[in-house]
């Protein structure tokens, strides 16, 4: 784990730098693992995230845009009321662990100085964040509840005792005296394991990487100085962050000025993402299951369209009966005759009910023709539309996947409109203008760039926000968003860069070389009656383009 001890100390050092002294403003939950407070220090609003995920498990400063629901959750309610308007005195890391303590002061209601303790636990899915009265070391509230029957060290509950997570009895890597420093002599094949077994904060991943006695050594001495490195790594096909770039022969290094810019870049997309999945099972399953039930009436469709073909084989029944009813009786349960239809006149059998006449027989083949030539039709035109219903979930499934919290409000809203959920509330007015909000990016040479992130934001940009001559951008025969340039005479550099964002916002994201169509927005139409988002367009142009999550950060406004 990359969170290790060593990490968790360089990032108590960065935010004690950065938030000692500073006031508690504002306090929110933008999802049931994570906490975002607003915090007064060093004569600017900082933002701080608190995450207690069991994948993204994490405390640092953050810039990038976190949306908040509407309704503030228990724990957030009962975060406002004990720590809003306190200061925070310490950031403190216990026992060299993947703990962070926060340590605020404040007057409670009662206007007498009380003090608290807000814990961040960072341990796998073990993380918590737990509300500690300092004074009585009792539990307030924690972000996730422990009962007794699930963990009988240590309950965290309400009311409860705060008991540290059991120690290992391990030697602090910073307090070490020099001589178990220097008698530290450990072979290429032992240091990684003894490392772990023997310090504190120690993680796999980082004594993997070590080497040698020496190089530990040389990091705890930039460690004492604060020297820090935060680096993003590639190697391996794989992507990790540290507080030093210490994958040696990695595939390629990214260095940033701090580990909070450094894990803003590393999480980008990731938490919002997951935020939004925890969001949106239900809709997610729905459209899933509303797809699985179309394919399989394609299967059945085309299966009966097999039969549907046989048409022209009864027709050629029908001519030949009728061609042969001068020989033919009531009663007979076959009629042998010349397929004259067959350059080799052979003899074939046809099946007779023996209750009709042969003419009779003759019309019924005729009638059973007209049927199936009817069926094929319909069962073409039924195929086409269950083709088109996989089309329109399968591209509302994509959006879903990179939605943000206020995207998925308004895929809801489609949802209900097309009758895919039921209306669950009557929903309130919108602002005044009552227009989507587009994605905004600014080309390399200025140039204002809008994305569609999901239907009605598509149809809004494309049918009625971009001018006539604007070049619209969409990745060809592949679900994806909707882009536009806001000039009608782009260079061709923010050709590609649009090119690239409508690559990177489709179900392409993943791959290389995506045919990107662009065009201008006159040769863009919606069809009567089709669904939303839904275009056909001609005059188009192609180009092919690599995604590349750096070129939206580049362009992101």
């Known amino acids: ?21 500073g006031r508690i403003n504002k306090i929110h939950q933008p999802s049931s693992n994570e906490i975002l407070m607003v915090i007064r220090a060093n004569g600017k609003n900082q933002r701080l995230l608190l995450s207690a995920h069991s994948s993204y498990a994490r405390i640092q400063l953050t810039n990038e845009p976190i949306e908040n629901p509407n309704e503030a959750p228990m724990f957030c309610m009962l975060l406002r009321k004990h720590l809003e308007g306190f200061f925070i005195e310490e950031i403190s890391q216990p026992n060299f662990d993947r703990i962070v303590l926060l340590k605020v002061r404040g007057r409670n209601e009662m206007g007498d100085l009380t003090s608290k303790h807000l814990i961040i636990e960072i341990m796998g899915k073990h993380s918590n964040i737990l509300l500690v009265d300092s004074d009585r070391n009792v539990i307030l509230d924690c972000i996730k509840h422990v009962a007794p029957a699930m963990n009988s060290y240590r309950t965290l509950l309400p009311g409860q005792p705060y008991i540290s997570p059991p120690t290992q009895g391990k030697i602090n890597p910073l307090t070490a005296s020099n001589t178990d420093l220097e008698n530290l002599h450990l072979t290429d094949e032992t240091i990684s394991k003894e490392l772990v077994n023997r310090y504190a904060g120690i993680s796999p991943f980082f004594a993997k990487n070590v080497m040698s006695s020496s190089n530990f050594v040389d990091y705890l001495q930039k460690m004492r100085h604060s020297d820090y490195f935060p680096s993003i790594m590639h190697a391996d096909g794989k992507e990790t962050f540290y507080i030093w770039p210490i994958i040696k022969n990695a595939d390629e290094v ?7 810019e450094m894990l803003d870049r590393f999480y980008f997309g990731k938490a919002e993402r997951d935020r939004v999945k925890q969001q949106s099972q239900d809709i997610s399953k729905l459209l899933q299951n509303e797809k699985e039930k179309n394919e399989k009436k394609v299967g059945k469709l085309e299966e009966t369209l097999v039969d549907a073909e046989k048409a022209e084989i009864f027709k050629k029944y029908g001519e030949l009966l009728t061609a042969n009813l001068y020989h033919l009786k009531r009663g007979m349960e076959t009629a042998e005759v010349i397929d004259y239809y067959d350059e080799s006149q052979s003899v074939i059998s046809i099946e007779l009910d023996s209750r009709k006449t042969p003419n009779e027989n003759a019309q019924h083949y005729f009638l059973k023709y007209q049927k199936a030539k009817k069926s094929v039709e319909f069962v073409l035109e039924q195929i086409d539309l269950a083709q ?19 995207d998925l409000a308004e895929i809801r809203e489609e949802l209900e409109e097309q009758h895919y959920l039921r209306v669950r509330h009557v929903r309130k007015k919108k602002a005044t203008t009552g227009k989507p909000i587009l994605d905004k990016f600014e080309s390399s040479d200025g140039t204002e760039i809008l994305v569609g992130r999901n239907n009605i934001q598509n149809e809004f940009l494309t049918m009625k926000l971009a001018g006539r001559n604007q070049l619209w951008f969409h990745t060809k025969d592949i679900p994806g968003s909707h882009v536009v340039i806001r000039n009608e005479a782009p260079s061709n550099e923010t050709i590609l860069e649009a090119a690239g964002l409508a690559a990177y916002f489709s179900k392409a994201r993943e791959s290389s070389n995506v045919p990107v169509d662009f065009t201008r927005i006159k040769n863009v139409k919606k069809p009567s009656g089709a669904k939303p988002g839904f275009v056909t367009y001609d005059n188009q142009k192609t180009v092919y383009v690599t995604p590349s999550e750096e070129l939206v950060l580049k362009l992101r406004r």
């Open 254 to 260: 990214k260095t940033f000025h701090s580990l909070s």
């Open 388 to 406: 088109k219903e996989i089309a329109y979930l399968d591209n509302v499934l994509h959006q879903i996947q990179t939605a943000s919290p206020s």
């Open 1 to 21: 784990m990359a969170f290790d001890g060593l990490f968790t100390k360089a990032m108590t050092d960065e935010l004690s730098n950065q938030l000692t002294g």
